[in-house]
């Protein structure tokens, strides 16, 4: 079995694979339901989850981003409104960063703009509101 292999699977599973270094090959050690793992996850498991897949899997941010986009257009309604102001409140705190550097500087900068503007709107008419909170972020 290949990693590639996983996109057969219907999305209910994660199948966790180990890399044989003599063979060359994967083999499939375990499989476990997405729902059991979403059920005792933590904002911080998540947190750590998104770091080791955005350095280990995450090839594309354009290509990958928008088939999740497409993937949670078939959850349900509510959940879809819960989601973008999930993501939106992560993307806020992100914008709060005082230290950057090359590295982040651009996504950093596009991210306090969107709040900005998100913010703004939501002070002009009915919609997304930002509680003022401050960050978490460190700053160095």
Request: proline content about 4%; hydrophobic content about 30%.
């Amino acid at each position: 079995m290949q990693p590639s292999d996983r996109d057969t699977n219907d999305g209910c599973d994660i199948i966790v694979l180990e890399y044989n270094e003599e063979t060359r090959e994967y083999t499939e050690i375990n499989m476990i339901s997405v729902r059991t793992v979403a059920k005792n996850m933590t904002p911080d498991n998540l947190a750590v989850l998104l770091d080791n897949y955005s350095n280990n899997t995450l090839f594309s941010p354009s290509r990958d981003g928008y088939a999740l986009g497409e993937r949670l257009c078939r959850v349900h309604r509510y959940l879809q409104g819960q989601l973008i102001e999930f993501l939106l409140q992560t993307l806020r705190v992100l914008s709060q960063q005082e230290y950057t550097d090359p590295r982040n500087e651009v996504m950093i900068k596009f991210a306090k703009q969107a709040t900005d503007r998100i913010a703004y709107a939501s002070h002009n008419k009915d919609g997304l509101f930002f509680k003022e909170r401050t960050s978490p972020c460190p700053t160095e």
